[in-house]
């Protein structure tokens, strides 16, 4: 066996410090795991998902080669000069006939892979595309939203050190979210001076742990906040001072608040009122509180307006920039996408373009039209919307009208399935790797990971493919490159560095193509092959330029730029990853960009919404559907679909339909069962598995589960129930268009 070698788990946003020893007969296989102790964030930390990373590396449907798709609909392996010249071509002919803006490239990340997004946005420009999207555009852009009206920079809470932690929709025992997820819960449930509050329908893992568990009703959330913002207003319990000083508005949103009937709203979501004003005053009288929303509301009725009521929990309670309470990080690379702008509305639904990304919700509608400004070519790379996106027969059929379908996986997906071409990639352990989801408080690090194994075969990188699709489209500034090339060779990476700034002066679109550029002019300097870490040098340069006393607390101390070369040094050397910043609570007020630094409290754009509440209800049962279905839920062996075996998931109830046992009673199903399981959408057939966890009338599926592998005949054979079968494209936020998975109506009858 080898020497155990770190890198990372790529299975959530947390992405564990891990090492591995190699083994198996050819030893590609992942012999051993275990967490790594010299990881800054995750200090050794690793869940059980982790040990299983051998079915990512050696897993099922890796491609090995490039392939088209032939007239009778089956693949041929192609060579990667064919695959490349004609992507190329065919792309560019859509660009030359339609315009550039009917290409939409969608995906470039996965939990554990940002470095195809830091290149993407090269090609992208090279073709003239302006609208893409990812995950994010599913779960998280409501939250955006409402982070850059009111602080203009996203936000997290800071749970090491928090008096009062509130998970509202998040089950961070099973789906993580912080470093050291479990051991943090498992700190603030010991500490009789901490307390818990969990907002979930479902005694989750993490409710198990809390001191109030608020067990609502589906989709209640926004009455239950609202709630909440009430008690704080008419018990006269906001941080007037406070709020007064760093915030503009509130003459605004008081009148709201106080207007909210406070033992309606509560009975609404099915908690007595006397526990709504309880939790209102523990979190009034905190010293300091943390939330963490998460997809149980990000994914739910209301959304936008929920993220926009937990700001202001946050806010009348004085808890941001305060120890414990919630902060805005510095980030080494942006999350977003490095690329031109697109317009504030999508072509065909004019929906709301939000981080630059469509709404998932609305991609097939924006293809399946004859609008004259449809989507006619796509890209997805790192992302398998065929089945993680609502609506997945939409989708499919969506997918199948493109003109072109351009797939990058290390496997053949639901959505490469239905690819004109399928470019494979290396794995996340045989290529230099890095994510984006650097958010950590008060140190934060970043970790750029090294190959463990070369390749199985000849496969390119995402930023190889990249640069070369820009250079087959004649985009790549070759006379730019040698001059970089040129300067480095007589002046190292500070001499590539002035003269990057003294050609960028005179070519603007240069910092689009800046990724391929410095790919090609730094990336065959840099040690052990590191070439992908190119687009990297010029982030930590910003990162040092915009946060130098953070950088430095970090314990840099170069002058100038020599900071951002300290900090590019330490990334290609720190195998385990690093420390870059170092904050304080207060350096948060230097990063809030609305109003002059003060925070912006009344979003008028939500107002109907928050009044609407009164004339609304929560969804209930009816007769048609009497059990509100939560589509992907987050348990101890899912992950996406970035494990395709289903052999991974050692306990065969994680792929069941749970529900309460009073339910399971009255229609006389037991564990193991076959149900039918219908929506509005579609029925399923799926084991159902009785849980006390379950409320009556509220039912979960997994997340992840109902994928289609192929056989060695080739035949595609698929393994549980996809919750997007049964979802819809059009239940979703009226302001960010993100979808209802988790408060679907449906019914349930039994099988025979
Ligand atoms: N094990 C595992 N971990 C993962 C992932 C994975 O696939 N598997 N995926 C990762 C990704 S991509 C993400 S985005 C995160 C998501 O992480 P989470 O958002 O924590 O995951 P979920 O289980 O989808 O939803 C959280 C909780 O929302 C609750 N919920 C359902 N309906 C409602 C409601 O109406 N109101 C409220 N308040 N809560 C409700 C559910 O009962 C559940 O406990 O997890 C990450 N971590
Ligand atoms: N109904 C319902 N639907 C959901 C959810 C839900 O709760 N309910 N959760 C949603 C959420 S929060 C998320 S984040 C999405 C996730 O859905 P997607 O964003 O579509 O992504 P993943 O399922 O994470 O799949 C990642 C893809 O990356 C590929 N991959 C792995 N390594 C590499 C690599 O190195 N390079 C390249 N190019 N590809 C690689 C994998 O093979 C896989 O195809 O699912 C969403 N869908
Ligand atoms: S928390 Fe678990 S799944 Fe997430 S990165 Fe760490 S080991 Fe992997
Ligand atoms: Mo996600």
Redesign the pocket.
């Known amino acids: 066996m080898s020497d155990w070698q770190p890198t990372a788990c790529i299975l959530?946003?947390c992405n564990c410090g891990i090492e591995v020893q190699l083994g198996g007969d050819d030893g590609r296989h992942f012999a051993r795991i275990r967490g790594d102790k010299e990881h800054p964030a995750s200090q050794g930390y690793v869940c059980q998902?982790a040990t299983r990373l051998d079915h990512y590396q050696n897993g099922r449907d890796r491609l090995t080669a490039p392939l088209r798709r032939r007239d009778d609909g089956s693949f041929e392996e192609i060579d990667w000069d064919t695959a490349i010249r004609e992507v190329a071509e065919r792309l560019a002919a859509v660009r030359d006939s339609h315009g550039g803006d009917k290409i939409f490239y969608y995906g470039g990340a996965g939990?554990g892979n940002h470095l195809p997004a830091a290149y993407a946005g090269a090609t992208l420009h090279a073709l003239g595309a302006v609208f893409r999207s990812n995950?994010l555009a599913q779960?998280k852009t409501g939250e955006f939203w409402v982070n850059a009206k009111m602080f203009g920079a996203g936000t997290r809470g800071d749970f090491e050190n928090c008096q009062v932690a509130v998970f509202?929709?998040?089950?961070?025992w099973?789906?993580?979210?912080i470093p050291r997820a479990r051991v943090v819960l498992r700190e603030i449930a010991r500490d009789p001076a901490r307390t818990m509050i969990v907002?979930?329908?479902?005694r989750?893992e993490t409710a198990d742990l809390a001191d109030t568990h608020l067990q609502?009703k589906?989709?209640?959330?926004a009455w239950l906040l609202a709630a909440i913002l009430g008690v704080l207003v008419q018990e006269e319990r906001v941080a007037t001072a406070w709020v007064t000083e760093h915030t503009v508005g509130l003459e605004q949103i008081l009148p709201l608040l106080h207007a909210v009937p406070i033992a309606d709203y509560s009975a609404r979501a099915g908690i007595e009122e006397d526990i709504v004003r309880r939790v209102a005053r523990t979190l009034a009288e905190a010293e300091s509180v943390a939330i963490y929303e998460?997809?149980?509301?990000q994914m739910?009725r209301n959304s936008t307006l929920v993220s926009y009521l937990h700001r202001l929990l946050v806010l009348l309670t004085g808890n941001f920039a305060n120890p414990g309470g919630q902060y805005i990080a510095t980030t080494l690379h942006p999350l977003a996408m490095v690329a031109p702008k697109p317009p504030k509305q999508t072509p065909v639904t004019k929906s709301k373009v939000i981080a630059g990304l469509v709404p998932c919700n609305v991609i097939a509608e924006e293809i399946l039209c004859d609008h004259p400004d449809r989507f006619r070519a796509m890209i997805v790379e790192s992302s398998n919307p065929a089945h993680s996106l609502a609506d997945t027969r939409a989708m499919r059929e969506a997918l199948e009208s493109l003109d072109t379908l351009v797939v990058i996986d290390v496997a053949m997906t639901e959505t490469a399935q239905l690819a004109d071409y399928v470019l494979p990639v290396p794995t996340q352990y045989e290529k230099w790797e890095a994510t984006f989801f650097n958010f950590d408080f008060p140190h934060n690090c970043f970790h750029l990971r090294r190959p463990l194994l070369p390749p199985p075969a000849d496969l390119l990188t995402e930023p190889e493919i990249h640069a070369r699709l820009v250079e087959s489209l004649g985009a790549m500034p070759e006379q730019i490159v040698s001059q970089l090339e040129q300067a480095h060779a007589a002046g190292g990476r500070l001499g590539l560095g002035a003269a990057f700034l003294e050609v960028s002066a005179g070519a603007p679109d240069l910092r689009w193509l800046a990724s391929v550029v410095l790919y090609r002019a730094l990336g065959p300097k840099l040690p052990d092959g590191s070439s992908a870490a190119a687009a990297l040098w010029g982030a930590a340069h910003q990162c040092a330029q915009r946060f130098p006393d953070s950088v430095r607390r970090a314990g840099f101390d170069g002058k100038g730029p020599m900071l951002g070369e300290q900090l590019f040094d330490a990334l290609l050397e720190s195998a385990s990853g690093f420390v870059f910043s170092m904050d304080e609570p207060v350096d948060s007020w230097s990063r809030v960009r609305t109003h002059g630094g003060r925070i912006q409290l009344a979003l008028p754009e939500l107002f109907g919404q928050l009044e609407g509440l009164a004339t609304q209800a929560p969804p209930a049962a009816t007769e048609a559907f009497p059990f509100i279905l939560?589509a992907?839920?987050?348990?101890?062996y899912?992950?996406?679909t970035i494990y395709r075996d289903p052999a991974w998931r050692r306990r065969g109830t994680d792929a069941s339909l749970r529900i309460n046992p009073a339910d399971a009673e009255r229609l006389g199903v037991v564990d193991g069962d076959l149900v039918r399981l219908s929506t509005k959408r579609a029925a399923v057939e799926v084991p159902v598995e009785a849980s006390d966890r379950m409320q009556p009338g509220h039912v979960?599926l997994p997340?992840?589960t109902g994928l289609d592998n192929q056989n060695p005949d080739g035949r595609l054979e698929r393994s549980g129930i996809a919750p997007n079968d049964l979802t819809a494209a059009e239940d979703r936020d009226f302001l960010a268009g993100t979808p209802w998975h988790?408060?679907v109506p449906a019914r349930i009858e039994t099988v025979a």
């Open positions: 959530c946003e998902k939990q995950a779960e509202l929709g998040k089950n961070p099973h789906s993580h979210g907002i979930d329908p479902r989750s609502l589906p989709g209640s959330d998460d997809l149980g509301v739910n939560s992907g839920e987050r348990r101890a899912t992950a996406n979960s997340n992840g988790k408060s």
